[in-house]
């Protein structure tokens, strides 16, 4: 243990009560084409942090904007276990159970309506109705309804209900995916009002942005990255490496960068390097060896090398993660 909390959350997605960094931007234009559009698809790479970004960022602004923000919810997670046949279309059952669970305390429980329909459920229940507020929907991982094993006849039931529940000007919604999924939604865009015609692509981070995420979370409990180590950690995240047919390995410096292994990296780092008495971080506290470190040549490295991340700190972070 460092003695001081550490600011990274690793390899898991920001909640609402952290502070993400560095997306600035990224959320403010969001905001302006979601409050302006109404239903927004917001799509990425993997790893650019859609999650993140929609549960340290959106709900907060949305609530300052005065909407019901509900719950977030995954209509694809687990449907394909569902056994239950009164459930009716199962991504409705997904989500109206998503938001009963996040219903307010004190609460009544939905009474047992059979086939309910997810327009219904949101004209028709109380916490839901008496609140004066615009509502926002929103939907992570969507690509999990499109992926999933049911019916095609039960995603396009699933997407004609959205679309009546849509047609309600009240309600607002945000749908997040994984780009390359993005054009499996043509068979079902026409039962959605617009249509999903307004889209935010969220980038992988860039230079400058990537050292705000790495230097504003340390700063926040005390600690400085100089500008040499912040520098290094940039340079080396940025870098990729492949092997070539005849082995030879070919280095390559991208303009971006992924918000998933930074955060892994700096968690890593932060653990092995900071102490309770730790105020400045340097290149040279970088490069030093920690105690403990993984064998280069084990299955942590195996690992790194085959998602391209090899070579100096970055790489000894990545081990220790992957390991």
């Given at each position: 243990?460092?003695?001081?909390?550490?600011p990274?959350?690793?390899?898991r997605?920001?909640?609402?009560?952290e502070?993400l960094?560095?997306?600035?931007?990224?959320?403010?234009a969001?905001l302006?084409l979601?409050?302006?559009?109404?239903?927004v698809?917001?799509y990425?790479p993997s790893?650019?942090g859609k999650?993140?970004l929609?549960?340290?960022?959106v709900?907060?602004q949305?609530?300052a904007e005065?909407?019901?923000?509900l719950p977030?919810?995954?209509?694809?997670a687990?449907?394909?276990?569902?056994?239950?046949?009164d459930?009716?279309n199962?991504?409705?059952?997904?989500?109206?159970?998503?938001?009963?669970?996040?219903?307010?305390?004190?609460e009544?429980?939905?009474a047992n309506v059979p086939g309910?329909?997810?327009a219904?459920?949101?004209?028709?229940r109380?916490w839901i109705?008496?609140?004066?507020?615009?509502k926002l929907?929103?939907?992570?991982?969507?690509?999990?309804v499109l992926?999933?094993?049911q019916?095609?006849k039960d995603?396009?039931?699933?997407?004609a209900q959205?679309?009546?529940a849509?047609?309600n000007?009240?309600?607002?919604?945000?749908?997040a995916?994984?780009?390359?999924y993005?054009?499996e939604l043509?068979?079902?865009?026409?039962?959605?009002?617009t249509r999903?015609?307004?889209h935010?692509r969220?980038?992988?981070?860039g230079?400058?942005?990537?050292?705000?995420?790495?230097r504003?979370p340390?700063?926040?409990v005390g600690?400085r990255?100089?500008?040499q180590?912040?520098?290094?950690l940039?340079?080396?995240?940025?870098?990729?490496?492949?092997r070539?047919g005849?082995?030879v390995?070919i280095?390559r410096?991208?303009?971006?960068?992924?918000?998933?292994?930074l955060?892994?990296?700096c968690?890593?780092?932060?653990?092995?390097?900071?102490?309770?008495?730790?105020r400045?971080i340097?290149?040279?506290d970088?490069n030093r060896d920690a105690a403990?470190q993984?064998?280069g040549g084990g299955?942590g490295a195996?690992?790194?090398?085959?998602?391209?991340?090899?070579?100096?700190?970055?790489?000894?972070a990545l081990e220790?993660y992957?390991?």
């Amino acid at each position: 243990m460092t003695g001081k909390k550490n600011p990274y959350v690793g390899p898991r997605a920001f909640r609402p009560d952290e502070t993400l960094y560095g997306r600035d931007d990224e959320s403010r234009a969001l905001l302006d084409l979601l409050i302006a559009e109404r239903i927004v698809l917001l799509y990425s790479p993997s790893g650019a942090g859609k999650t993140s970004l929609i549960q340290a960022k959106v709900i907060a602004q949305m609530r300052a904007e005065d909407y019901q923000v509900l719950p977030i919810v995954r209509p694809g997670a687990d449907v394909d276990t569902l056994e239950r046949p009164d459930l009716g279309n199962p991504f409705v059952a997904r989500v109206i159970a998503t938001c009963e669970d996040g219903k307010p305390d004190g609460e009544p429980p939905l009474a047992n309506v059979p086939g309910i329909t997810l327009a219904s459920y949101l004209s028709q229940r109380s916490w839901i109705r008496g609140d004066a507020r615009l509502k926002l929907l929103i939907f992570d991982q969507f690509e999990e309804v499109l992926t999933s094993s049911q019916l095609d006849k039960d995603k396009a039931d699933f997407f004609a209900q959205l679309g009546d529940a849509l047609r309600n000007q009240e309600i607002w919604a945000l749908f997040a995916m994984r780009e390359e999924y993005s054009a499996e939604l043509d068979s079902y865009r026409h039962l959605l009002p617009t249509r999903l015609a307004s889209h935010f692509r969220l980038q992988l981070l860039g230079p400058e942005a990537a050292e705000k995420a790495i230097r504003n979370p340390a700063e926040s409990v005390g600690v400085r990255f100089d500008e040499q180590a912040v520098g290094q950690l940039v340079r080396e995240l940025a870098t990729v490496r492949e092997r070539s047919g005849d082995d030879v390995v070919i280095e390559r410096r991208l303009p971006i960068i992924e918000p998933f292994y930074l955060q892994i990296v700096c968690h890593q780092l932060w653990e092995r390097k900071v102490l309770p008495e730790t105020r400045l971080i340097t290149s040279a506290d970088l490069n030093r060896d920690a105690a403990g470190q993984v064998d280069g040549g084990g299955i942590g490295a195996q690992t790194a090398e085959r998602h391209g991340r090899t070579g100096g700190i970055v790489e000894q972070a990545l081990e220790e993660y992957y390991a």
